[in-house]
Structure formats: structure tokens, C-alpha cells
């Protein structure tokens, strides 16, 4: 199991990435400064590694720097508000893979996730997920059902992504606005409603199931 160390010292954003990344099966360990990140991540404990720019102790660079020289070569992928070309730039050459601003969408996140741990993976990359009659292409980003091609929405795809991913399991309002829809989310909107209707229009009415009370789940059909 692919192991993440989540570096970040705000709760709410650390609790929304640690959630989502779990529910996607990975292990994760949050650190909440600089000076625990650095000594967490020179473990080789982990796989990947979320680091925020600006923490107590060791800001993000800090960090990056003193372990790029201590020949830590753990994939590392920046997670900040700063959007400056120049901040940008100094935490790629400092030794960063990957460079993500603040606010984000988890799904975007996660892809990034997979595409950096992808060649370290040990079993081949799933390409179709299947279920309750629906076969969905994570690299056309299209789905099948009765034979015929859907095309979907951003959001329709990571809706469906999510209930493909977790047969069986119901999934509240709340697990989903935050896996779609983000830290931002409101938690009083009816928006996932919109989007489950959405979709069974287009794949079948039958495809999710409402479990009074709780929330949704991909049909066992």
C-alpha cells in the first residue's frame, strides 16, 4: 500500500486531503510543521510526500532544499497559495515534481498523486472501472452503458469515479461534496442531488441507489 506523508499545518485542508487520499487507498501520516515533516520524510518511510510552503518551524523550501541535499529523492509534490511565476520556479528548481495551487480539486490532486507513484506501483494501472452495468474509461473519460457511449461532465465523471471505486458502500452528502467538490463546499447545498439525477438520466435510473437517510451507493445490479 502506497504511503503519503501529507504535510500541512492547516486542519481544515490537511483533514479534507487525509480523507480523500484514504477513501482512494492510500496510508497517510499528517505533519503539521517543518522541523516533523524533515524528520518524516528522511524515514524512506513513505512514498510521496504533500508539502505546504508555508509552515512553523521549516518553511516548505526549507525542507525541500535539506532534503534534496541529504539525497532524499522521494517524489514531492508543493501544495500552496503562492501562485507567483517566481515561487513557482524556486520550488521546481529546488527539487519539487510537481507544483499545485491553492484553492484545488481533489480530483485533480489525486491524479497527480497517481501519476507520480505510477511507475513505483506493483500491480498494473486499472484503466476501467466496472459496476452495476456501467463501464467508465479513466483515460477516455467516458462511460458505457447498454451499449452506448456517454459522454460526461467533469464532475459527472469524478461523481461516478467515486461510487465505482467504493462498490457497495454508502456514501453520505458529505463524503461527496467533499471528494468533488472540495474544502469549499457548502455543506447545505443540494448539489449532489443534481448530480445523481444527472446521472441516471444518463446512465440508467437504476445505476445509483438513495439509502434513506444516509446517502448513495453505486447499485449492486
Do not use: C
Amino acid at each position: 500500500m502506497n504511503r503519503i506523508l501529507i504535510v500541512e499545518d492547516e486542519e481544515r485542508i490537511a483533514s479534507f486531503v487525509d480523507k480523500g487520499l484514504r477513501a482512494n487507498g492510500f496510508t497517510t501520516t499528517i505533519a503539521r510543521d517543518g522541523d516533523t515533516a524533515y524528520d518524516y520524510a528522511r524515514t524512506g518511510g513513505f512514498d510521496l510526500v504533500l508539502l505546504d510552503i508555508g509552515l512553523p518551524g521549516r518553511d516548505g523550501f526549507t525542507v525541500l532544499r535539506e532534503l534534496r541535499e541529504a539525497r532524499v529523492t522521494v517524489p514531492v509534490i508543493v501544495l500552496t497559495a503562492r501562485d507567483s511565476v517566481r515561487d513557482t520556479v524556486a520550488g521546481l528548481e529546488g527539487g519539487a515534481d510537481d507544483w499545485m495551487t491553492k484553492p484545488f480539486r481533489f480530483e485533480e490532486l489525486l491524479a497527480r498523486v497517481r501519476l507520480r507513484m505510477r511507475t513505483a506501483a506493483r500491480a498494473p494501472e486499472v484503466t476501467v472501472l466496472r459496476g452495476a452495468g456501467v463501464d467508465l474509461d479513466l483515460r477516455t473519460r467516458r462511460a458505457r452503458a447498454g451499449g452506448d457511449t456517454v459522454d460526461l461532465t467533469a464532475r459527472e465523471f469524478v461523481l461516478l469515479e467515486l461510487f465505482l471505486r467504493h462498490p457497495g458502500q454508502v456514501l453520505s452528502r458529505e463524503q461527496i461534496l467533499s471528494h468533488v467538490w472540495g474544502y469549499d463546499f457548502d455543506p447545505g447545498s443540494n448539489i449532489v442531488d443534481v448530480y445523481v439525477r444527472a446521472l441516471r438520466k444518463k446512465l440508467g435510473q437504476g445505476v445509483v441507489e438513495t439509502v434513506r437517510g444516509m446517502g448513495y451507493r453505486l447499485s449492486r445490479g
